[in-house]
């Protein structure tokens, strides 16, 4: 028998004549024991259930059913051991409304655990419920969507389904809820729009929900929902359940499933789609998950020591290489998409997840839909994987139309987050000209000295801003001593016309239209709601932002060469121009992307003095942006002042 103890834990990884002498962490484990079929958790029909649960290392495999969320007393039936590691258990009754989990027996210790493919829970998702999702729908739910030609056509707006709407004066209804995303009409101070209309009035076309899966009791106790709590949701716990203290009633497991989806069609009739932010390099707690209990051993990353591997810095790394750990993960987005119309996925520490799991999810889902967006965090991280198979930024050639986010224009823009009195591009700093450039123009392998991680433009997420760290706002004002707030909204909107102008695919985060604050707090993932929430009375203090990025998006939506489709187009018809320092200027000539517009001038511009540019002489240059920075202009020469954008065109 394989025991290890770990910290105040003992993990019985099972007795060896159950698996004929193959332990769970032997490669022939999985050529033993992968299963291919498509019906693990529970096949529910309204004369039968039938079970089928992965556990090669169970001698005793039992499902236990109980007939509310929280009563001790089961039925207990036993399964049958069936083919590849596989337990099967068919009971002819209709058991809609019945909750169950499985237990099974491995070594000399009896686990307890909810189903992995859990799809509907009860209350903090400690047992599975039974449910026949045909009635979760909701009376309108339609295959309609929002046409999307190509990735670099998304606009992405990121926001957490409570701060949304959780502030006194959002005029949401039911603030911090689904349905409360649902909401028209709704206005806050000085009649401005709010939720879901202010979105749509700023134009993006995604929306980016911060976890909506079923997340740990620990950040967040849906049985005390009464008394403040906070959380974003990075904590697993159930990969195929919405989150329920986003449901009006929790105790109801078909509640949060049918408000989840009346929310994401609601979104879809109003011109826009979905991604779902999803966190697949990690679980909660790596001891008390239904993985380890179920197999022990297999589906999280071990070092050497048989310690789990900790690149995610949450204690624990999912080992996605392994076949029926990337079976589930794959099986998991697949869910989403074919139960609640998703489309698109953020992968969260994508880096520490491998290269051949997120090519086949790219290739899942182009069999369902090529527009569905995949984008992740690739960072550079260190994990128990081969370096080579893990799916970071350094190997975005391997994977092609997953997109990864762009650090490195994100700090040329705003400076090093890490550091926090660093100042960027906007901010005065010195040195950027290169890093900017290469944010410009997607990322992509442009000249010798302007190339980043992308091979293509739609491989690039252009952002300065999201959840993590400092809001741009905040880290504006901590690396801006002696600046004027004036001075500093101006590096702001900056900012924000550096990411809706470039190529690739451009990313805001919730709020940054009016100058967001976390009141200088950097990790907010348990802060209050005060820290959190949206503040709609500073919405209404800042019309001014929202209206330039309205502007923005506009324009970018109305000139595809901001937009271009591929690498080459980019090579061909962007141009840097000549320009002083503390400021970058490109050109996008000849029909760019197919613009109407014959050439495109783009200015960004953070010195503090007024400076005159040379225009390339290719027409009569008119104002697309920035008519305030201009002091004059002639068909070869700029004269601006001001840090701000300027956009021409002929």
Not at 43 to 56: G, N
Not at 179 to 187: I, N, P, S, V, W
Not at 358 to 386: A, C, F, Q, Y
Request: charged fraction near 25%; include cysteine; aromatic fraction near 10%.
């Amino acid at each position: 028998m394989s025991v290890q103890k770990e910290s105040d834990a003992v993990i019985h990884y099972g007795d060896l004549a159950v698996t004929g002498g193959v332990s769970v962490f032997d490669k022939e484990f999985d050529e033993l024991f992968y299963y291919e079929g498509t019906d693990l958790g529970l096949t529910y029909r309204s004369q039968e259930s039938t079970f089928r649960l992965w556990a090669p290392t169970a001698s005793e495999a039992y499902v236990l059913l109980y007939t509310d969320w929280q009563t001790a007393e089961a039925r207990r039936y036993a399964m049958t051991r069936d083919v590849k590691g596989t337990w099967l258990l068919t009971i002819a009754e209709d058991l809609q409304g019945m909750y169950y989990t499985y237990q099974v027996l491995i070594g000399d210790q009896r686990n307890e655990a909810i189903d992995p493919y859990a799809v509907a829970v009860g209350v903090n998702g400690d047992r599975a419920c039974i449910v026949d999702m045909a009635t979760t729908n909701p009376k309108r739910w339609t295959e309609d969507k929002p046409p999307l030609h190509s990735p670099v056509d998304a606009i992405i707006y990121e926001l957490h389904v409570r701060d949304y709407t959780i502030h006194s004066n959002s005029g949401v209804e039911h603030k911090g809820k689904f349905k409360g995303l649902t909401e028209t009409g709704t206005r806050g101070p000085g009649g401005i729009r709010t939720g879901l209309d202010h979105i749509v009035e700023l134009g993006v076309t995604h929306v980016e929900l911060l976890p909506i899966y079923d997340f740990s009791t620990e950040s967040v106790d849906e049985t005390m929902l009464h008394v403040p709590q906070y959380n974003w949701g990075y904590d697993p716990k159930n990969y195929n359940a919405p989150e329920g203290s986003y449901a009006t009633d929790p105790y109801v497991p078909e509640v949060r499933i049918r408000e989840l989806k009346h929310m994401i069609q609601t979104f879809h009739d109003h011109g826009l789609r979905v991604i779902m932010d999803v966190v697949y390099n990690h679980v909660y707690d790596g001891y008390l998950i239904n993985f380890t209990k179920l197999v022990p051993g297999y589906y999280l990353r071990y070092n050497k020591d048989r310690k789990f591997s900790n690149g995610s810095g949450c204690g624990n790394d999912t080992a996605s290489e392994r076949p029926m750990m990337r079976k589930f993960i794959v099986e998991s987005v697949l869910h989403w998409v074919k139960e609640y119309r998703i489309d698109g996925f953020r992968f969260d520490l994508m880096g520490l997840l491998d290269v051949e799991t997120m090519n086949e999810i790219r290739s899942r889902l182009d069999e369902i839909d090529p527009s569905i967006i995949t984008i992740g965090e690739g960072w550079v991280m260190n994990t128990e994987l081969e370096e080579k198979k893990r799916a970071n930024q350094q190997q975005a050639a391997l994977m092609p139309r997953i997109a990864h986010f762009n650090d490195g224009f994100r700090d040329a823009v705003k400076g090093d987050i890490f550091q926090f009195d660093y100042k960027g591009f906007v901010s005065g700093g010195v040195g950027y000209q290169d890093k900017v450039k290469q944010g410009v123009v997607g990322g992509i392998s442009y000249s010798k000295d302007i190339k980043s991680f992308a091979s293509e433009p739609d491989q690039c997420v252009n952002y300065v801003e999201c959840h993590d760290n400092h809001t741009l706002w905040d880290k504006i004002m901590l690396s801006t001593e002696g600046d004027t707030d004036t001075v500093r909204r101006a590096m702001h909107r900056l900012s924000s016309a550096m990411i809706l102008t470039s190529q690739g695919i451009p990313f805001l985060h919730a709020g940054q239209e009016y100058y967001r604050s976390k009141n200088g707090v950097e990790n907010s993932y348990n802060s209050s709601d005060e820290i959190n929430r949206l503040d709609w009375d500073m919405a209404s203090q800042h019309q001014d932002g929202v209206r330039y990025i309205q502007r923005l998006v506009q324009l970018r939506k109305e000139h595809p060469a901001f937009r271009m489709k591929d690498a080459a187009l980019i090579r061909e018809h962007l141009q840097f121009e000549p320009c002083p320092e503390h400021a970058v200027a490109f050109t996008l000539r000849n029909h760019a992307g197919g613009d109407t517009e014959n050439h495109i001038y783009v200015l960004y511009y953070a010195a503090r003095k007024e400076s005159s540019l040379v225009l390339p002489q290719l027409g009569d240059w008119k104002v697309l942006l920035g008519e305030e920075h201009i002091k004059r202009i002639s068909r070869d020469s700029l004269v601006v002042s001001g840090i701000g954008a300027v956009i021409l065109s002929c």
